[in-house]
């Protein structure tokens, strides 16, 4: 495998998620059943939708209060949707600073400015790391790009912006969707699939 760059995404491949926590949050907080939260949020496509920039922090709590059908606070809902955040574990920081002193890396996430701040903040008590620009050489973030994993747009954005041909980078992703159609486009794949950590995944390749 040849390539010129290395592309991370970001949960359960940097940072461990579950995100059913996030569900159980508004669950305990509005009384639902879990089940009932989930179809909600899916119906209502929250994630896709909030996580392409299609509307502010404010509007997506509102929304979220319209969906589940309960009047949560501000706190209240950033503290649930933060809840399927858990732990960078360390090496996973020291491993980025090893790749990049060999290869420009990057991140590449659907993701949202809730849980890029409740990132940071976490980074800076755990490492004292201020963002988390400073581990990477550029951070490509579906809710400021307004793209998302595993549309091919998204892909193609990256590669034209970091200039490289698909064979030149190679993807880390734990969804298989975003896999494939990234394979589809010629990039080299890693399917990273928890519990085997991305520190094992390298440790023949780099």
Request: aromatic share 12%.
């Given at each position: 495998?040849?390539?010129?760059?290395?592309i991370?995404?970001?949960?359960?491949?940097i940072?461990?998620?579950?995100v059913?926590r996030?569900?159980?949050?508004?669950?305990?907080l509005?009384?639902?059943?879990q089940?009932v939260?989930e179809?909600?949020?899916a119906d209502?496509?929250l994630?896709?939708?909030?996580?392409?920039?299609?509307?502010?922090?404010?509007?997506?709590?509102?929304?979220?209060r319209?969906?589940?059908?309960?009047?949560?606070?501000?706190h209240?809902v950033?503290?649930?949707w933060?809840?399927?955040?858990?732990?960078?574990?360390?090496?996973?920081?020291?491993?980025?600073?090893?790749?990049?002193?060999?290869?420009?890396?990057?991140?590449?996430?659907?993701?949202?400015?809730?849980?890029?701040?409740?990132?940071?903040?976490?980074?800076?008590?755990?490492f004292?790391?201020?963002?988390?620009?400073?581990?990477?050489?550029?951070?490509?973030?579906?809710?400021?790009?307004?793209?998302?994993?595993?549309?091919?747009?998204?892909?193609?954005?990256?590669?034209?912006?970091?200039?490289?041909?698909?064979?030149?980078?190679l993807?880390?992703?734990?969804?298989?969707?975003?896999?494939?159609?990234?394979r589809a486009?010629?990039m080299?794949?890693?399917?990273?699939?928890?519990?085997?950590?991305?520190?094992?995944?390298?440790?023949?390749?780099?």
């Amino acid at each position: 495998m040849k390539f010129k760059a290395v592309i991370f995404d970001f949960g359960n491949v940097i940072i461990n998620i579950d995100v059913p926590r996030t569900f159980q949050a508004f669950s305990k907080l509005t009384g639902k059943k879990q089940a009932v939260i989930e179809k909600l949020v899916a119906d209502n496509q929250l994630f896709r939708r909030y996580e392409t920039g299609q509307f502010t922090d404010i509007e997506f709590r509102e929304i979220v209060r319209q969906t589940v059908g309960f009047p949560l606070s501000d706190h209240e809902v950033d503290t649930a949707w933060n809840s399927l955040l858990l732990d960078i574990p360390e090496d996973r920081i020291q491993l980025l600073a090893e790749i990049r002193k060999k290869y420009p890396v990057y991140l590449l996430s659907n993701t949202n400015s809730i849980h890029i701040e409740a990132s940071n903040n976490y980074l800076k008590k755990a490492f004292g790391v201020r963002h988390l620009n400073e581990l990477f050489d550029q951070l490509f973030l579906s809710y400021e790009i307004g793209m998302w994993k595993p549309d091919a747009d998204i892909y193609h954005h990256v590669l034209k912006t970091i200039n490289l041909k698909p064979h030149e980078v190679l993807f880390f992703d734990d969804n298989a969707h975003n896999i494939q159609s990234a394979r589809a486009l010629g990039m080299n794949t890693i399917l990273v699939e928890p519990p085997t950590s991305i520190i094992e995944y390298c440790k023949t390749i780099f």
